[in-house]
């Protein structure tokens, strides 16, 4: 069964600190990763794609462990902007359809 | 630069009307595209997607249809709603295994 999985949350966490989430997906060929963020009553966006073993943005950090079949999302120096659901998102096949996880909400307080 | 187009932004129908949501894109040609369907507190659900002209795939039988009648312009509909077609429905595209979303269209069956 094509699965991928999240902690729905929510996470509360004060302004400046640095929070983590995984992601655990159940398909081992799955050949890319994508986080995404969702604001209230808005679109997803694209925030992060994870080829290889990470990747970095700023103050994003976006990790890939094959062997234990997860993605993490760090973020440090949170700020009050930082609030929304993050998505996972897992390709499984060429195919281009994405496997979406339900999302963590972050919220961040001052 | 690409862009994606819904509309309308909010929709509010009784159950048993008809739906018709379009969405286009810019910029791009012969993309692929996606309906999903986004229940309130949940995950994306994939309804429909089309990797040509006249190419549609349906992931989820129910009462909605999809049709792709020019290479950017994808339409979803229903002969006849049903309460539980409320939701947040998100067109999206992809020139590869990235997806971009457009804004989205909330509908309301009352």
């Known amino acids: 069964r094509k699965e991928v999985e999240q902690d729905p949350g929510p996470f509360n966490v004060p302004e400046g600190a640095t929070v983590a989430f995984n992601c655990t997906y159940s398909?081992?060929?799955?050949?890319?990763f994508f986080w995404y963020r969702q604001d209230c009553r808005k679109e997803p966006k694209l925030l992060m794609s994870?080829?290889?073993?990470?990747n970095e943005d700023g103050r994003f950090t976006a990790q890939l462990n094959r062997a234990s079949q997860y993605i993490s999302l760090l973020i440090r120096d949170s700020k009050l902007s930082d609030s929304a659901t993050y998505l996972c998102?897992?390709?499984?096949?060429?195919?281009?359809?994405?496997?979406w996880g339900a999302g963590t909400k972050l919220i961040i307080k001052p | 630069s690409q862009t994606i187009h819904q509309w309308p932004a909010t929709l509010v129908q009784p159950v048993g009307s008809p739906l018709s949501l379009e969405c286009t894109v810019e910029?791009?040609?012969?993309?692929?595209l996606y309906w999903y369907r986004q229940a309130a507190g949940r995950g994306l659900q994939l309804l429909f997607y089309?990797?040509?002209?006249?190419?549609i795939s349906s992931e989820v039988p129910q009462n909605l249809s999809a049709s792709r009648p020019q290479d950017r312009q994808f339409i979803l509909s229903s002969k006849k709603l049903l309460l539980s077609d409320s939701g947040f429905y998100l067109c999206?595209?992809?020139?590869?295994?990235?997806?971009?979303f457009g804004p989205g269209t909330r509908l309301t069956v009352l």
């Open positions: 999206a595209w992809s020139p590869s295994d990235t997806q971009y």
């Open positions: 910029g791009t040609s012969n993309p692929n």
């Open positions: 089309s990797v040509g002209i006249g190419q």
């Open positions: 398909n081992s060929a799955s050949q890319s």
């Open positions: 994870v080829y290889s073993s990470g």
């Open positions: 998102v897992v390709n499984e096949d060429s195919n281009y359809q994405l496997i």
